[in-house]
């Protein structure tokens, strides 16, 4: 957005080093005769540029802080500097304004009543004194007369205008499909008791709710029948493959517009109390967004639409979360923006490997790359569920929950695994059940999940094995009222 705003003003020449590649290959297609043009482009024609525009952006939370320096090639020194500050979900209106800060290090005065020669073309922008970077013209005065560098000027501001609107236009639309453009349906809830593995004199109910959680045409229409009725166009199209956008490429909206729609969210159920405070909260593993998009173009996003769900599962809650007191409660579903969190895999080797003196050396497997693969694939295999219930004593738990325990790996294979160390929940305890059955009997050395290579190393070796899950409790509003 910055190169396509930046290049409408008259007394500049922007060159995109982005497409610096594609010239550099059309030019070498044209010189060796691939190309029909019968005149082709002339070599070391390329620009070259005076001044390099950089910039960094900082973010915390979804303030947005972005800087950006005017560089002078030829010294190195940095010729001016310009920041925008703001809220993520306000990206063009700090894109605008780095862009009028830019021209006035440019042309300082920005004066529309600047009069000279029509059409003279203004020289390279030059340093001055105050950091600031100026355009030297020809002063031949036409009295009376605008020149077109004002006239040009004036466009550049009021296009700068209308594309700065239709950027909030597309980051609104996708805001608005993922606030308003889905539905969600919730089972009958169901009751079951869990016998907790590692605590065999233990057991909990649970409560289980299915829930589907659908995006419709129909609705999604619905929602934008207004603009539709007003002639106008909400920019973007609905059908049973997904969604079709229809905003120049060429102004950034489109791609604003894709970026933020793409953007990683959790779908969570979470239990209401009568006066709409939140008691817990669930999401599954696998319960993000970003899974279930597919870009067919730049311009066509496929997703799962009605009657197909685009998500759908069991939510899990312990029943002393949700059934304390007699409380009547309440569930609701829905869609944020993927707070903090991680899973993190550690291992760790305990004592010396027990080795066959007959197997060549070769033939053992170097423990980075084993620790490597198995850390790898455990990360890839443990799944545990974002939930929390408020506690009925003692303090609100923290972030982080974690379990230490054992690995032995005899001949390449995943003999034993066993935690001596869980948080108490019954959710995540389940997780490290269903850790430990796809585990065992995994074989490091294998060529694929069924078949053992041809030279198994004869190689026994114990790990301690630590696993973090890392959930943002503040993302999850528990004890505050819902929204």
Known sequence: MLVSDLAKWPQLEVVSRDALGPVLR???????????????????????????????????????????????????????????????????????????????LFDPSQNLNTRSNS???????????????????????????????????????????????????????????????????????????????????????????????????????DKFKKVWDAGGDPGVGFDSDGFRT????????????????????????????????VLAVFSDWAWRTESKIRMVNPQWISVPMWPEPFLAGLAYFPVDWVEREGRHVTFDVVVVPVPDEQVIVMLEPLGEPEEDKSVIPAQIPQKEDLLQALEKWIKLHWTPALTEGLPSLGYLPGNKRTAVGLVRIQDGKI??????????????????????????????????SGRVGSSPSRFSKTFRLQLTLVKDIHALQLGSRSR
């Open 26 to 104: 059309e030019q070498w297609l044209q010189q060796r005769g691939f190309s029909s043009v019968a005149n082709p482009v002339l070599l070391g024609q390329l620009k070259g540029v005076r001044y390099l525009i950089q910039g960094r952006i900082y973010a915390q939370d979804d303030a947005l802080t972005v800087d950006l320096q005017v560089v002078d090639v030829e010294t190195g020194v940095v010729a001016g500097s310009v920041k925008a500050q703001g809220v993520e979900s306000d990206i063009p209106r700090l894109e605008q304004d780095l862009v009028t800060q830019a021209m006035r």
């Open 246 to 277: 229809k905003t120049d490429e060429g102004s950034g909206a489109n791609q604003l517009f894709v970026e933020h729609f793409q953007k990683p969210r959790r779908v969570f159920v979470r239990a209401l109390s009568e006066q709409g405070d």
């Open 119 to 221: 059409g003279e073309i203004a020289k390279a922008p030059q340093i001055t004194q105050s950091g600031s970077v100026s355009v030297e013209e020809k002063r031949g005065t036409v009295p009376g007369q605008f020149d077109s560098h004002s006239v040009h000027q004036i466009d550049a501001f009021l296009s700068l205008e209308t594309l700065t609107q239709q950027r909030r236009e597309a980051y609104q639309l996708a805001e608005t499909i993922w606030t308003e453009g889905w539905s969600s349906e919730m089972g009958q809830p169901f009751y079951h008791v869990w016998q907790l593995p590692y605590q065999s004199t233990r057991s909990m109910s649970i409560m289980t709710i299915p829930i589907s959680v659908f995006f419709s045409p129909h609705r999604l229409a």
């Open 415 to 448: 003999v034993q695994v066993k935690f001596q160390n869980w948080p108490d929940e019954p959710i995540f305890i389940k997780s490290l059940n269903d850790l430990q059955s796809k585990i065992l009997g995994f074989c490091l050395e294998c060529q694929d």
